[in-house]
């Protein structure tokens, strides 16, 4: 036997062997040369609903309670267009104020424009108080307007870091504040961030100022044009998140003297007491419960592609 001629068959065959199966193998791996995967179209929800309800200790507006220190309870609806670039809403709440309006009911709209984590928000707010009355004491003397609906315009911008810190700005302005025919700037910065050992757990705050300016003689027939004052608010609280549950309690405080809290306010109690003096505009902690849905979540003006 030729062993020589059978050790060169077999190396030929192996040889063979090898290469076939190189390809094979070589054909199972991406070329790298196709046609890139075809983008997936974003998804988008055209409309959705945002519905909120909030039981609190005490509404605080701004420094100021609006419930006489009482609680109150609110609720609203916004219509979101082209995933919340738009919106529409209506906002309600109980008040306890000097004008005794039934209600407070506040119509907004703006738009809400996203770049990566900065966010802005524009928009136009309306307060309305059905049902109000000038506060004229027993002798004769206005306290407020007949009419404190006014209208605000403002604009907000945030950016968020690593999806943890969230720093803002805001600015509002009124050109007839409460219906004084004093204009009301008020602007403010804020801070919230997401504490990291507990999912849901944030600690949030604000610092704002308030300037006001001067009310007209027009508006009550016994009272000279005032110079209201300027103040600052500020606030810090802790807040949890639990599916559609957020639990809030914050503390709240102004510079305003009470002196300037009754000129802001018309206290009641300071008309009736002759004090002259009103403690709606001191610290405050207020508890605040709230439950927040949209429609989309329950499958609703689902996003489409």
């Known amino acids: 036997m030729d062993f020589g001629y059978l050790h060169s068959s077999m190396t030929g065959l192996a040889f063979s ?20 995967p075809a983008p997936v179209p974003p998804s988008i929800t055209w409309f959705d609903v945002a519905i909120s309800v909030k039981a609190m200790t005490d509404y605080n507006f701004r420094g100021i309670s609006q419930t006489d220190r009482k609680p109150a309870v609110q609720g609203g609806a916004e219509l979101q267009i082209y995933d919340n670039l738009f919106y529409l809403g209506i906002y309600a709440s109980n008040v306890d104020l000097a004008t005794r309006p039934d209600a407070e009911i506040d119509f907004y709209g703006g738009i809400r424009p996203k770049f990566g984590n900065l966010a802005f928000d524009f928009g136009v707010w309306q307060y309305y108080y059905p049902g109000e009355r000038a506060f004229i004491d027993t002798a004769g003397l206005h306290w407020t307007p007949k009419n404190t609906d006014f209208t605000e315009v403002y604009g907000k911008v945030s950016y968020t870091f690593a999806e943890s810190l969230t720093v803002g700005a805001n600015l509002f302005h009124a050109w ?5 025919g004093a204009s009301g700037t ?5 801070a919230k961030y997401a504490l990291p050992f507990l999912e849901g757990l944030t600690v949030s705050g604000e610092l704002g100022r308030y300037w006001l300016g001067t009310t007209n003689l027009a508006i009550w027939s016994t009272v000279p044009p005032t110079n209201l004052p300027d103040y600052t608010y500020w606030n810090a609280g802790l807040s949890y998140t639990w599916r559609n549950l957020t639990a809030d309690v914050r503390y709240h405080d102004t510079d305003l003297s009470k002196a300037d809290c009754f000129l802001l306010t018309a206290d009641p109690r ?9 403690k709606w505009c001191g610290a405050t902690v207020v508890g605040t419960l709230s439950f927040d849905i949209t429609a989309s979540s329950l499958g609703i003006f689902a996003p489409v592609k």
């Not at 007839?176 to 004084?180: I, Q, R, S, V």
Request: glycine content about 20%; hydrophobic content about 30%.
């Open 186 to 190: 008020y602007g403010s910065i804020t």
């Open 17 to 36: 062997l090898a290469i076939c199966a190189g390809s094979t193998q070589a054909s199972d791996l991406p070329s790298g040369k196709g046609a890139p």
């Open 176 to 180: 007839d504040w409460l219906g004084t």
């Open 270 to 278: 300071g008309v009736n007491t002759g004090s002259g003096r009103s």
